[in-house]
């Protein structure tokens, strides 16, 4: 994919630089995480047991809803925490005995902007690169490479504070790559973007993976993560609960995906209903059924009727979702089924498992619907402090 905003061919040779200090196949790994626990001093466990392993320049995704843990481990990873319990390394380096060398291999693009309002983008470049240690006379050059890189030369010498979302998510960008780090760990780089400005970033961040950087990020857009990354880990309340391909995850889901659009389902429709007896629902005081109690009957009816082999069954806004191998064989059977319970379906369709429906499979919960929960991370503060201990 190719936004009109190509990345320069800066971007390329950052990334080939980047890529030069990554081991060999037979080195260290990239990223690896035994055993790891992160306990806040109130006691909360806010990861328990991950275990990790990330080869030099694959790109990998790091899923799960809101308050899973994914900013922690990532804090941790990142050496910004240290662990409870269980090590981290970078390419070897302990986070916790070698922070310093860890955070020369590193980059980090933080969930929430962290550039400098108050300074212009060349300002903040400059200062990026001076903390990680970027020679001073490599350092204009550096800057002036990354700001290129991210499309932001033409507004060099503006305040951050009159950027937008996107050009201000760029900026992190520039920063978290101005040292040349063969390890970039996004944490959600493109939440909150518009589609455009969230292309072109996705573009920079894969054209530095395809020229060797190894890229760790979390991201709520799981058609971007299909695309992009050659493996995935899955995250629920701190605990790693699948790692593998998109496309080995996806085919260990099984089947195909019915979605069936329901009449009534609609609780605006429901109210003007009227109230025809019939096992369609429970009837509420104004004579229509809810669409919440017509979706679980008809949940029920898809697991009385047998018309798939284990099925899966989620509720969607317009009716139900179900996952089974047999699903194109078993329509026939279960739109009779219905019939006679008296649910109407008003639309089929038909598709392949998306990575929401593994997490659905194995969690019994949904990314997407997840991510609107509030959580518990990331501890700021006495909390992080108490950890960094």
Same mark, same amino acid.
């Given at each position: ?141 550096? &800057? ?7 499309? *932001?030369?033409? @507004?060099? !010498?503006? #305040? =951050? /504070?009159?950027?937008? %979302? ?86 260990? &889901? ?7 659009? *329901?009449?009534? @389902?609609? !609780?605006? #429709? =429901? /109210?003007?209903?009227? %109230? ?114």
């Amino acid at each position: 994919m190719q936004s009109q905003h190509a990345p320069s061919e800066s971007t390329g040779q950052a990334a080939a630089t980047a890529a030069s200090a990554a081991d060999s196949d037979d080195g260290p790994a990239a990223i690896r995480a035994e055993d790891v626990h992160v306990t806040y001093a109130d006691g909360t466990e806010a990861i328990s047991g991950v275990d990790l392993a990330v080869e030099p320049g694959e790109c990998f995704g790091f899923l799960g809803p809101n308050g899973a843990g994914k900013s922690t481990t990532i804090q941790t990873l990142v050496s910004l925490l240290h662990p409870t319990r269980g090590s981290v390394t970078v390419h070897g380096h302990d986070v916790v005995e070698d922070a310093q060398a860890v955070r020369e291999y590193v980059g980090y693009m933080p969930q929430e902007t962290s550039v400098d309002p108050e300074l212009t983008a060349r300002e903040n470049v400059r200062f990026a690169a001076r903390i990680h240690g970027v020679p001073a006379a490599e350092r204009e050059e550096r &800057v002036e490479e990354l700001l290129d890189v991210v499309d *932001l030369t033409t @507004v060099a !010498d503006d #305040l =951050a /504070e009159t950027f937008s %979302g996107g050009m201000a998510k760029r900026l992190d960008a520039a920063n978290a790559l101005v040292h040349r780090p063969p390890v970039v760990f996004l944490d959600e780089p493109t939440t909150g973007l518009d589609p455009e400005a969230r292309m072109e970033l996705w573009d920079y961040f894969e054209a530095i993976n395809d020229a060797g950087t190894t890229v760790f990020l979390t991201t709520q857009y799981l058609e971007e993560v299909d695309r992009l990354c050659d493996r995935i880990a899955l995250l629920q309340d701190g605990e790693v609960v699948a790692t593998d391909t998109p496309a080995a995850l996806k085919a260990a &889901v099984g089947g195909d995906v019915l979605e069936l659009t *329901l009449a009534g @389902v609609d !609780d605006t #429709l =429901a /109210e003007d209903r009227t %109230g025809e007896s019939g096992a369609a629902g429970s009837i509420d005081e104004s004579g229509g059924v809810g669409g919440t109690e017509l979706r679980d009957h008809a949940a029920s009816v898809v697991r009385s009727a047998n018309a798939f082999d284990d099925p899966t069954v989620e509720r969607t806004d317009e009716g139900l979702a179900i996952t089974a191998d047999d699903v194109r064989t078993g329509v026939m059977e279960l739109f009779v089924a219905f019939h006679d319970a008296g649910l109407t379906v008003t639309g089929v369709d038909v598709r392949s498992p998306t990575l929401d429906d593994v997490f659905l499979s194995l969690t019994g919960e949904q990314i997407d619907e997840a991510e609107t929960a509030t959580g518990s991370e990331p501890r700021s503060g006495a909390d992080v402090e108490e950890v960094a201990r």
